[in-house]
């Protein structure tokens, strides 16, 4: 047998153990979990629309002549009674100087429907200080709601704590089994192991995590409007959804490198994981030329869509958050695969030199 | 050469007491968890941002230093609910780390070694054996957390005088508390990820993950379904809006408020809690 | 250095500040060779030492030439039923075998067939579809070496074999391992009692604390045993008057009363001698329970060969 096959051998013997342990179980629900959220979002649009639609509807004409300033009795009288409201009085803290702060006594929040739009209408001592309109199922607002959760929640987290159960268990997890030295007594190159584990690894992770983004993204596409869908199709549609689902598989290029590595190179794989994981969470916050140190910069620079930045953020960290411009596409894909090699060079050195030793673990 | 006859004589001595027993195995693991390089460094870099905050304290109190930068200042420089909420939610962080690292090696080890029976045929019960297994992380977590809080506001009192005391008490009994609930919630958590994976590394991973993960999953619900109560579920938020009640500052109309994440709090403990029961119940021998 | 022996150069190995074998120089050539010395001696190293599942801080091996640093190449050549009691997780004894022979490049047809006649020879047929995990010690001692001779190794290693098997398997296993050294063949196996393997090994290598302290032909270690002085329980009512009746034999170096105080603690330099002086006692009408030997095993040998004899 030539190595290339000793590899994929390794692979096709990995591959059932990664993708039906029990042990694994927990890295499906991540990878499903968007879908879940995305089409429990068309359940509740579907809910709503009925449930706020018929004798509750308020007209459209009637929702645009409500202007700021007006008081709560003239929208009651001019909207009828809301589907949602809520009154919140002023609680006075401790430390605040009541007199010193102007703040309003009463908050009052109504919220009406016009059969699309929603209608939030916040009042501030009976007087109206904002209307917020938006769509019920606003299909440009989705796809930046996506973009975020892609980015955020799919690739930060869940592609990074999946592949690192995923990767961890292929050395360090046999480690810990006492089980590694069956196949330290086979006639292959350490190399050839690590390779064919990591393929059986990377095939699992990216076939998991790829088609997780791949339904997520159309639970968020196929239960908006029939037009808007269609014209997306025709137009970016299909280039975003092979982006995200390439930028997920990516992901776990990366990320699987990365575990495998530091399963191998250390007996306590979590502390450089920490270090990741804050690496990247504080990644937007570094210069440029550290940002591209991450894996994740280059993910986010295959993602068609830029992740919109989350509503309640402090406005200090807003200001300190400058994203590098994103690298090009060719750009991410090839630092990434040299980010890659690199690592798996550094592990085939480690694997080489590593011993079975299990009385330590 | 005078041979005795040798027979079994059962201790009929008096024992320790109760506390000290169950105080015999945090002591060890202590000195155990003292001697991991980790934690060490872990310990003193999370010795910084008290020492900075305490340097605010000392400049927030002596304002003839920065009296030519203007009146301006003057509200960047208070010690109030929010000072003490940022200094509480940076020190959060070293502990959710050290509680990643030493609380996985709790139970998992005991379990994987058949170690429990050898504990319960000592005169230790399982709330015994939960309790002095939490002491340990309690310890250890307090030391960045509740230790260098109390520090801290025992400084400003200290130099701000009696008055400012009688005024913010509620300050330093909202660090002990918030503190004390936060190490219990990250306790648990870690005692059961370290009671039902046998793997120290995974269970140290599920430390982190619980964690990470429900804050993101809850902000994914929030931003999708463009809704505010998911938050309740990030045991992060939870902890910050109970804090911030007990700050005395201010949350959002449309978050959570501190009472629902207080109950989220408390049934996620009581689940935590019985989990923990429930897989150590197997091999208590009954007395 | 010999194509046909496994060379130990000079080895040392440390796990940390723990020494596990110190500059061992060891040449074993073909046939069975057991590794005998008390448990944490350093027997379990050497043969990871030579399996390459370790590697030494200082040294040379070679096993019939190969590095155990190219296990493509030596794997081929090499058994190794480890004492490791796991294999990959869920597998079957009979996965456990094939998914071996598969990544020894055998085609699935080759391999099947291999599996089968690895399993039948340890006499595992009927338990093969179920999983290692169920398995008893004795079962999984003898997939292991199913395992270890199902690609027809010229070097078998085999970590404490004879641990946990039943009198007619052990019987069989031992036969399997005659088998294997007549044929030019290497067999080298660990064990901690010496009266198991003198029976069938043609050299043994006694290690001790990480140091080899014997190696040779058996027939020089018995000679050895001869020597060395022998321990025996005497039970008897009379202790004191046996005592004093064996004090008169010079072979007799030291006596004393059995920790129980129902009999006498021997030490003799002279089995034979000692055997015909409790025949004498007994026909002079004194009665003697029973005699045990208290140090057959070969801790006491090592007690015996590190110490310089007592």
Redesign the interface.
């Known amino acids: 047998?030539n190595p290339g096959q000793?590899i994929w051998?390794?692979a096709k013997?990995e591959l059932g153990?990664v993708f039906f342990?029990r042990r694994s179980f927990w890295v499906y629900l991540?990878a499903i979990?968007?879908t879940v959220?995305?089409l429990?979002?068309a359940l509740?649009f579907s809910l709503k629309a009925k449930q706020w639609g018929g004798d509750r509807k308020t007209s459209a004409e009637a929702l645009n002549q409500v202007q700021t300033g007006m008081t709560d009795e003239k929208v009651l009288q001019l909207l009828g009674k809301p589907i949602n409201d809520s009154i919140?009085k002023r609680r006075i803290?401790?430390?605040q100087d009541p007199a010193a702060e102007k703040q309003p006594e009463v908050?009052r929040?109504m919220m009406y429907f016009d059969g699309k739009r929603r209608v939030d209408l916040r009042f501030e001592d009976g007087k109206l200080v904002s209307r917020n309109m938006?769509l019920l199922m606003n299909f440009e607002e989705?796809r930046k709601?996506y973009a975020?959760?892609f980015q955020?929640?799919y690739l930060?987290?869940?592609i990074f704590?999946g592949c690192?159960?995923i990767f961890?268990n292929l050395f360090?997890?046999e480690m810990?089994?006492?089980?590694l030295?069956?196949?330290?007594?086979?006639?292959?190159?350490?190399e050839?192991l690590l390779l064919g584990k990591y393929l059986a690894g990377l095939i699992a992770a990216a076939l998991i995590f790829g088609t997780g983004a791949l339904f997520s993204f159309l639970a968020m596409v196929l239960p908006q409007d029939a037009s808007e869908v269609q014209t997306f199709w025709q137009t970016i549609g299909l280039e975003h959804a092979f982006w995200y689902v390439a930028a997920a598989m990516l992901g776990c290029v990366g990320y699987g490198s990365i575990f495998l590595a530091a399963g191998l190179l250390l007996k306590?794989?979590?502390?450089p994981?920490?270090v990741m994981?804050l690496w990247e969470g504080i990644n937007g916050f570094l210069p440029g030329v550290l940002q591209k140190l991450s894996v994740l910069h280059y993910l986010q620079s295959l993602c068609p869509v830029p992740a919109p930045l989350?509503n309640?953020m402090p406005a200090v960290m807003k200001m300190l958050l400058a994203p590098a411009a994103p690298s090009s596409v060719p750009l991410a894909v090839l630092g990434l695969l040299a980010l890659t090699v690199l690592v798996l060079l550094a592990a085939m050195q480690a694997a080489?030199?590593l011993?079975?030793?299990?009385g330590?673990e | 050469m005078a041979v005795y006859r040798r027979g079994y004589q059962r201790y009929t001595e008096g024992l320790t007491s109760h506390a000290t027993r169950m105080m015999v195995m945090p002591r060890f693991t202590w000195e155990a968890l003292l001697s991991q390089k980790f934690v060490l460094i872990l310990l003193v870099v999370s010795m910084f941002w008290p020492l900075l905050c305490a340097g605010y304290i000392y400049l927030a109190n002596h304002s003839e230093l920065w009296q030519g930068l203007g009146g301006g200042f003057k509200k960047y420089f208070s010690i109030n609910g929010d000072f003490f909420a940022i200094f509480m939610k940076a020190q959060s962080v070293y502990a959710l780390i050290l509680a990643s690292v030493a609380g996985p090696g709790l139970i998992a080890p005991d379990l994987a070694n058949n170690a429990l029976p050898l504990y319960f045929s000592r005169p230790l019960t399982r709330g015994d054996y939960i309790l002095s297994r939490m002491i340990v992380l309690l310890g250890l977590l307090s030391l960045v957390t509740i230790v260098p809080g109390m520090l801290l506001f025992a400084m400003q009192a200290g130099i701000a005088g009696g008055d400012w005391f009688w005024k913010h008490w509620y300050l330093g009994a909202a660090i002990f508390v918030g503190f004390t609930l936060y190490i219990v919630t990250v306790s648990l958590v870690a005692m059961t990820s370290s009671a039902y994976v046998k793997w120290r590394v995974v269970a140290g991973a599920l430390v982190l993950a619980f964690f990470f993960l429900l804050a993101g999953a809850a902000e994914m619900v929030n931003s999708v379904f463009r809704v505010e109560w998911a938050s309740t579920f990030n045991p992060g938020y939870a902890l910050g809006a109970v804090w911030a009640e007990m700050l005395d500052i201010e949350i959002p109309d449309d978050k959570p408020g501190a009472f629902e994440c207080a109950v989220f709090l408390i049934a996620l403990s009581g689940g935590l809690l019985a989990l923990l029961a429930r897989k150590l119940r197997a091999v208590e021998v009954v007395k | 250095m010999s194509a046909n022996e496994i060379v130990f150069d000079n080895v040392s190995k440390f796990y940390g500040d723990v020494l596990g074998v110190n500059r061992v120089d060891l040449h074993i050539p073909p046939g069975i060779t057991s590794l005998v010395g008390p448990n944490g001696s350093g027997k379990t190293t050497l043969m990871n030492l030579m399996t390459g599942l370790i590697h030494p801080n200082s040294g040379v091996i070679h096993v019939r030439g190969l590095s155990p640093y190219a296990p493509e190449k030596l794997m081929k050549i090499m058994g190794y039923a480890t004492q490791y009691d796991a294999g990959p997780r869920g597998a079957t004894g009979f996965d456990f075998i094939f998914t071996g022979l598969l990544l020894h490049g055998f085609s699935k047809a080759e391999a099947q067939s291999r599996t089968w006649q690895a399993i039948e020879r340890v006499g595992l047929t009927v338990a093969a579809k179920r999983k290692v995990a169920g398995y008893s010690k004795g079962m999984r001692q003898r997939i292991r070496l199913a395992q270890a001779i199902a690609h027809d190794p010229l070097v078998l290693i085999l970590d404490e074999p004879l641990n946990g098997l039943d009198p007619l398997v052990r019987a069989e296993t031992i036969a399997l391992f005659r088998d294997y050294g007549a044929n030019g063949r290497h067999v080298v196996l660990s064990s901690h009692v010496l009266q198991e393997v003198d029976v069938f090994s043609d050299q043994v290598i006694l290690i001790a604390n990480g140091m080899i302290v014997a190696e040779g032909q058996i027939k020089s270690v018995r000679e050895e045993i001869h020597e060395h002085p022998s321990q025996f329980l005497l039970h008897c009512k009379d202790a004191s008057r046996v005592a004093s009746l064996l004090f008169a034999e010079a072979h007799v170096s030291e006596i004393k009363l059995a920790p129980e105080g129902d009999g006498l603690l021997v030490l003799t330099r002279n089995r034979e001698a000692f055997s015909a002086a409790l025949e004498r006692i007994a026909l002079s009408g004194i009665d003697i329970d029973g005699v045990i030997p208290t140090d057959e095993n070969v801790d006491a040998l090592y007690e015996y060969l590190i110490g310089g004899g007592r």
């Open positions: 047998m000793q051998m390794i013997l153990r342990s991540l979990f968007p959220i995305f429990g979002h509740d919140r803290r401790r430390d908050r929040f938006r989705d709601v975020g959760m955020f929640f930060r987290l869940g704590f690192l159960g961890i360090r997890g810990l089994d006492r089980s030295h069956f196949w330290f007594l086979a006639p292959v190159k350490r050839v306590n794989p979590i502390i994981a920490i994981l989350p309640d080489r030199r011993e079975i030793n299990y330590t």
